[in-house]
């Protein structure tokens, strides 16, 4: 198998490790890509970004008001 963050996963594809990355597992080789996009242009001053583990993705939210949502313009 491949070693992920610690963690053994078995040879083939994986979906989801625990940290949101897809990749396949092959003897010598493993290729990894993540499942989440990073917020690139929003409102610095009024928002902050937040990981969502259980979504695998950023959440972008009002610093004084995290149950409010803000506008990304852009990720990548």
Known sequence: GCMVNGKLYPFG???RTDDCYTCN???GRMECCSLFHTPISYNKEKCKVVFNKKRCDYDVVQKDDPSKE???YSRV
Do not use: A, K, L
């Open 25 to 27: 597992c092959s003897e």
């Open 70 to 72: 803000c506008f990304v």
């Open 13 to 15: 594809h994986i979906e």
